[in-house]
């Protein structure tokens, strides 16, 4: 079984293949049941489970933790891990950093459509806020924010 922190994630899907491959993947036969969302704490937090396979080849799960209070303490309020298995066998095949994989897959699919639907206006546009987006989020990384 493999392992993909953030940093392999980062340097296992670089754009233009995640884009091509986000791509190809739109076209199978994937199953994509509704998520499931739990309130473990009886409050805002909640844990959702999105499931999803290919038929006789593989499963995988993302466990989302959504979880508000973790600002008091500075920890990220929002957490993900993504679980890989074979339908083969049933034993796991990878265990996936889910908010870099998220991150990565939203920006992927965010070009992708771009490059089929949008004129060089609404391309450009997507461009900048795409931009703003990974700014941000590098930005936060570097100073993380404090509400007033």
Known sequence: ???????????????PQLIEALARGLQLPIEVPSRSYFAPNADASCVLIMPAWK????????????WPSNKTIGSPTVSAVYVLLS??????LAVIDGTELTLRR??????LASLHAATAK?????AQALYVCLWFKRMQACTPLKES
């Open 1 to 15: 079984m493999d392992y993909f922190d953030s940093s392999a994630v980062k340097n296992a899907l670089p754009y």
């Open 55 to 66: 038929a006789k080849e593989v499963f995988g799960v993302k466990l989302v933790s959504v």
């Open 87 to 92: 339908c083969e066998n049933g034993m796991p």
């Open 106 to 111: 939203t920006a992927a699919a965010a070009a």
């Open 122 to 126: 609404h391309l450009q546009y997507w």
